[in-house]
């Protein structure tokens, strides 16, 4: 009896020494290809001809570089960048095989990133890359951010009172930091332009997050940051706080009409989204609509508001039969929320392409997907044509 009880203590614990190891163990990578892997190259578009490629060599996939190329319309290369610390991001190239090099995306500017006292910074740009900020902490719990226009430093925001964060940056350039009024001061929050002049600063509530500027510059929505729903969301002005509103459920900012105080935002339960314009001047919901995009991952779709529309853009499903997914676009009338076009390859039903996101370049709107780059001309919406229909 005793060598069995023995017996099964031991099988007990080594019971419990494989589950452990069993859960602890990673899974195994995915097998693309038969025998050992030698090398993969992934190439997928970064904006209108700019292609991003990433190499990598070895069965443990431990060597490699990425290049980004651009190119002329002729396919000649306009210019090229190629190593092993080569970083696209959303407006900028970034090279941190030595000291921090940021290169323009959609602009041809350079700029050694300099070196700060302190903890290093978050940096980012504008997605068509005119604006570049650089935050850094210049003592402890203390933010600046230094502001490029077209590669060029113009100023330097702060230094402030840390609150939370880094200035969020928004694509018109504007940008808008939170920061205290003193070591344990009130929440403030300031807005300032692309040329790092303070356009106004205001008292804001505690907790809050989330800042968002305005197309003018003269106001900023800011998110109360309480986990309630619906989400509570506080606009304000030169003057102080205008108003506050509750959107949800898991409500979400994602455009300003240009040239107005009207936003427009996503609620979402579940794979179901909705989307609402809502006018800061009034407080009023100017409309509601559900997602047009019947079959689609609502969380991936890309949506950019004009001034005539509404356009978003993602992946769908063909149907319930066929699950492959085609690139999507639906125009939404600004002014009443009425669908007005929609767009879709055509493509096969057995082909699966991945959808693509909107990119707003100057007075211009491109399609960009891993595989495809073109410019979406806005006077195809009412024409119906071009696939618009």
């Known amino acids: 009896m005793r060598w069995r009880k023995r017996s099964l203590l031991g099988l007990s614990f080594s019971f419990i020494v494989l589950s452990i190891s069993a859960i602890a163990s990673p899974p195994a990578p995915p097998r693309p290809t038969p025998g050992t892997l030698l090398q993969e190259i992934r190439t997928r578009n970064l904006g209108p ?14 060597s490699g570089f990425t290049s980004v190329s651009w190119y002329n319309p002729d396919g000649s290369v306009r210019r090229e960048l190629s190593g092993p610390m080569i970083h ?18 959609h602009e041809d500017w350079r700029i050694e990133v300099p070196k700060k006292p302190g903890r290093p910074g978050f940096i980012n740009a504008t997605p068509d890359s005119r604006v570049f ?31 939370r964060g880094d200035a969020m940056l928004s694509e018109r350039g504007d940008a808008a930091l939170l920061a205290r009024e003193g070591p344990n001061g009130p929440v403030q929050v300031v807005v300032f332009d692309e040329r790092a002049k303070v356009r106004f600063t205001t008292r804001c509530d505690d907790p809050v997050m989330h800042p ?24 304000y002005q030169t003057t102080g706080k205008a108003r506050s509103l509750g959107i949800g459920p898991n409500a979400r900012l994602l455009d300003w009409v240009p040239g107005t105080h009207r936003a427009v935002f996503v609620t979402s339960i579940g794979d179901k989204n909705r989307y609402r314009l809502i006018d800061w ?4 919901t100017v409309w509601e609509i559900a997602d047009p995009c019947p079959r689609g991952n609502p969380d991936a779709r890309s949506v950019v508001a004009l001034q005539d529309f509404v356009i978003t853009c993602g992946s769908e499903y063909i149907n319930d039969e066929h699950p492959v997914t ?6 939404i009338s600004t002014k009443n929320g009425e ?44 024409a119906k044509r071009n696939g618009w229909e």
Do not use: C
């Open 49 to 62: 001809y700019i292609t991003t490629t990433t190499y990598v060599f070895g069965p443990n996939q431990a």
């Open 88 to 105: 696209p991001n959303s407006g900028f190239v970034s090279d941190n095989s030595g000291p921090q090099i940021i290169y323009g995306l």
């Open 133 to 163: 900020h650089h935050n850094y902490r210049p003592e402890d719990r203390m933010i600046a951010v230094d502001v490029y226009l077209h590669g060029e430093l113009v100023g330097t925001v702060g230094p402030y009172h840390l609150y």
């Open 212 to 235: 968002a500027v305005t197309p003018a510059a003269d106001g900023i929505l800011l998110e109360v940051n309480t986990g309630e729903q619906p989400q509570q969301f506080t606009f």
């Open 281 to 284: 001047d009034t407080g009023s």
């Open 326 to 331: 085609i690139p999507t676009l639906y125009a």
């Open 339 to 382: 669908l007005l076009a929609s767009w879709r390859p055509d493509f096969g039903p057995i082909v699966s392409i991945a959808g693509g996101s909107l990119l707003k370049l100057r007075d211009k709107l491109y399609f960009v997907s891993d595989t495809y780059a073109s410019e979406v001309d806005l006077d195809d919406i009412a």
